[in-house]
């Protein structure tokens, strides 16, 4: 059995060429794949296409290589126009600040002795 040039080399070095060869990938890469398969994308949307539909054929093919969550972001925020903070709910942690009641009464106190009249 003839043993390839890469089983001799170190695991270090083989990493190393790895990392030589490895194409470079970032979100600015993975948003420019979106936008420049932006008009085959919401061609197929309008064609009624799911957005997995979409993705896996692309991914498959090879035009893009990320995850689906990213790409479903990317569909969403440079073709259908959704904005991630759009819909969410602010909350403030204090909660709403409301005034008191006009007739004095704050809220739910509780009586352990029960009143007989109340009862029947």
Do not use: C
């Not at 060429?17 to 309008?46: F, G, H, T, W, Y």
């Amino acid at each position: 059995m003839d043993m390839s040039s890469d089983a001799m080399k170190s695991l270090s070095e083989r990493i190393a060429e790895r990392a030589r060869n490895k194409e470079v990938v970032s979100p600015r890469s993975n948003r420019a794949a979106v936008l420049a398969l932006r008009s085959d994308i919401q061609q197929a949307i309008n064609d009624g296409w799911s957005v997995l539909a979409i993705y896996q054929t692309v991914h498959d093919e090879g035009h893009v290589t990320f995850s689906y969550q990213a790409f479903r972001r990317y569909v969403n925020r440079l073709l259908l126009g959704k904005d991630k903070d759009k819909g969410r709910r602010v909350s403030n942690s204090h909660g709403p600040k409301t005034a008191p009641p006009a007739d004095g009464v704050r809220g739910f106190s509780f009586n352990p002795h029960a009143d007989k009249k109340d009862l029947l």
